[in-house]
């Protein structure tokens, strides 16, 4: 331990503000991972549109451009877009994340309607109702050490709850061993989504998308001999005799987990970190539940798990005064959009009565999250337990806090110790 326990401050994020400079700015940073908030004030009064030189792509801060960049389909989220040297050798070294990255239905613009149309009843809130017994007994499973335990790991107690919930949809068989494996797997393919990963972590993510693959695949043929009540099962039936079709649901489904386990854990344990922080947000829910819907979306505003979405210019664009030059990355940033203080009054303030509509936290377009009401009934019933458990005497260190390495997409807690009582 670091030193003695201290209350956490009650500050908001974003007072600290720092200075920034589109020529260095550097959000692969430890200092940007912890608090992206402090850069915000600066680089929405500057340059809230800008081609960063050290990365050779645009950054987009600005909500009304990054809404535009998400649903104009000119930017493409397909790889084989990028004019960047050294990308055949990635089809060579990393093959199977590769072809995921490049043809997995969500990302292949010309399969994306039709593999979207066939999860679309899949993630309606009348299925999630029905999934609800499943999503709650996880969060009892895995967040019970609250009711009695002495101290915790809030980052461990969350991490295998969403994919522990996504491989139960989707049918992988809920032995601990194969779960733990999936879970594993999961995140390591998101290692790949990263446009400047280390060449370890592409290693790393290989194996993952190999295992997830073989997973996946295996259940393919289990479901199409033998059909359940899961999701496979349902997309076959939809698909009929669809050519490619168990191509498409291993590389669509393979995707979908890994699109729904990371964000959903990171979100959960920022959310609760901000609400620790924050003990008259805290206090405010626990007098009025009817809030929590609106503070899952404010708690994401405030804190984002996703740095930033990647796209590629297949065309030169023009959005205002900027010319997005065909090929480029560019980068989208809804933390810094939901705090775009044009659209977002005293944006460092958390208000549980803002005007939802317009928040960014789920994409935006075409895109938008398929798994939007999965993740927000998740953080809901999770931030609930914690309503209803969370001992009064609960503490922690800020100082004992670790964070994930500091990465281009994802950002996220690696080690919250928690003391409860
Ligand atoms: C709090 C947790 C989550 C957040 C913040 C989040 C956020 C997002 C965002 C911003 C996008 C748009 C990406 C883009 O435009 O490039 C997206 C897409 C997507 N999300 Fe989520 N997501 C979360 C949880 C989930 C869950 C639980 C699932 C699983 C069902 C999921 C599945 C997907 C899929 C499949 C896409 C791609 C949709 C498409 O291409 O049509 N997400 N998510």
């Known amino acids: 331990m670091s030193g003695p326990l201290q209350p956490p401050p009650l500050d908001a994020v974003g007072c600290d503000a ?3 400079d589109p020529a260095s700015f550097d959000p692969v940073t430890a200092a940007y991972t912890v608090a992206p908030q402090r850069w915000f004030p600066a680089i929405h009064a500057r340059s809230p549109v800008f081609l960063s030189g050290r990365y050779d792509a645009w950054m987009v801060f600005d909500y009304a451009v990054g ?6 389909l000119r930017f493409s ?17 990393w093959p199977l994340t590769e072809v995921l990255r490049r043809e997995s239905p969500f990302v292949n613009q010309a399969k994306h309607r039709a593999n979207r149309a066939m999860y679309s009843g899949a993630f309606k809130p009348s299925a999630i109702r029905r999934m609800e017994h499943i999503i709650l007994g996880v969060i009892e499973e895995y967040c019970a050490p609250l009711r009695s335990a002495r101290e ?5 107690l969350l991490a295998s709850i969403p994919n522990t919930v996504i491989s139960r949809v989707v049918g992988i068989a809920p032995e601990a061993q194969a779960e733990a494996r999936f879970k594993d797997a999961a995140s390591q393919f998101l290692l ?8 370890a972590n592409r290693d790393l993510a ?3 998308t190999g295992y997830l693959f073989d997973a996946i695949g295996e259940l393919v043929e289990r479901r199409r001999r033998q059909p359940a009540d899961d999701l496979v099962s349902g997309l076959l039936e939809g698909a009929g005799d669809r050519p490619d079709v168990g191509r498409d649901i291993v590389l669509s489904v393979a995707s979908l987990i890994s699109a729904g386990t990371d964000t959903t854990r990171h979100s959960a344990a920022l959310a609760l970190r901000t609400l620790l922080r924050r003990r008259d947000v805290l206090a405010q829910l626990r007098r009025d539940r009817q809030l929590l819907d609106a503070a899952v979306l404010e708690l994401l505003r405030y804190e984002f798990p996703a740095k930033f979405l990647v796209r590629f210019a297949t065309e030169d664009v023009r959005i205002g005064d900027h010319l997005f030059e065909q090929g480029k990355m560019v980068l989208t940033t809804l933390h810094g959009c939901g705090w775009d203080p044009q ?3 005293d944006p460092a303030r958390i208000d549980l009565g803002r005007d939802q509509r317009r928040y960014p936290v789920f994409g935006h377009g075409e895109f938008y999250c398929l798994g939007a009401h999965l993740a927000k009934f998740q953080l809901k019933h999770i931030i609930a337990y914690f309503l209803d458990h969370l001992p009064d005497t609960a503490l922690f260190d800020e100082q004992r806090v670790e964070w994930e390495a500091p990465d281009m997409v994802l950002r996220g807690l690696a080690s919250m110790p928690l003391t409860l009582r």
């Open 152 to 156: 915790v790991d809030l980052v461990a």
């Open 77 to 93: 989220r397909d790889r084989s877009n990028w004019e960047r040297p050294g990308e055949q050798r990635a089809v060579e070294r």
């Open 192 to 199: 790949a989504s990263s446009p400047f990963g280390s060449d």
């Open 206 to 208: 290989e194996q993952g």
């Open 18 to 20: 720092v200075d920034f």
């Open 67 to 72: 809404k535009t960049v998400l649903s104009d």
């Open 343 to 345: 659209v977002f009054d």
